[in-house]
């Protein structure tokens, strides 16, 4: 494929026990906010598809991908150090709406990757944002997750599950008094998260933009891996029709 690339690694930090932010040089093109590329750090086939990405940031061929160990191809990138190469390609997807107005930016756990550079971008944009990001505890906090930096210039508020940092309560919860005051939501999250949000932002008339969770193996629209129901019938292939979808574009009721 064209936007094909080989990378070298300029940094792996390890955050917490199970999560790591590897930094790239030479990644191809800027991505933006939402959008997602396919990483391979390992040779030969006894790993064989590589692995979807959400891209955390980007900038003249850098990039940086927030990512939790979880299976042997993640912890194969867990394994990467500097100087060694990763072959990608992307990015792909579609990203989210960047521009002015009020912003309401929800996040579920690892959802924070693409959240937190949609946030970035928008305050760069002139928007007025608030933040809500939900944690198991405060060790996966955006704080934790080194967020902090590119959360700056929007309000943050932390809820976790058992009131280690910030409000105890889900992130769902805590975003539920901003609706009226925003302009319309993005987000990204576990798909119990999502459903709730969708709920609640069409409840409030409030167009909302999320960036699905899903498991890629081609990232190309030809496995039909990712898709998931549309509203309506039929399906929404992630990889090349999102992933950030409108939330009322997703028939909930069969997707969980």
Known sequence: ????????????HQLTPWVWRLE????????EPGQFVMLRAWEGLELLLPRPMSVHWAEQGRMKVLYRV???????????KPGEKVWGWGPAGKGFTIGPGRVLAVAGGMGIAPVAFAVARLVEAGAEVVVVHGA???????????????????????ATDDGSAGLKATAVEAAREWLEWCERVIACGPPGMARALAE?????????????EAVMACGAGLCMGCAVPRAGGGYIKLCTQG????GNQVDWERLL
């Open 1 to 12: 494929m064209s936007r094909q690339w080989q990378a070298m690694v300029r940094a792996n």
């Open 24 to 31: 790239l040089e030479g990644a191809g093109p800027g991505a």
């Open 70 to 80: 979880v299976g042997r191809g993640t912890k194969a990138l867990s394994l990467l």
């Open 136 to 158: 198991a505890t405060a060790q996966y906090s955006a704080e934790a997750l080194g967020c902090a930096e590119m959360l700056r210039g929007a309000k943050v508020l932390q």
């Open 200 to 212: 609640e932002a069409g409840r409030a008339g409030v167009d909302l933009e999320i960036a699905m």
């Open 243 to 246: 992933p950030v979808v409108a």
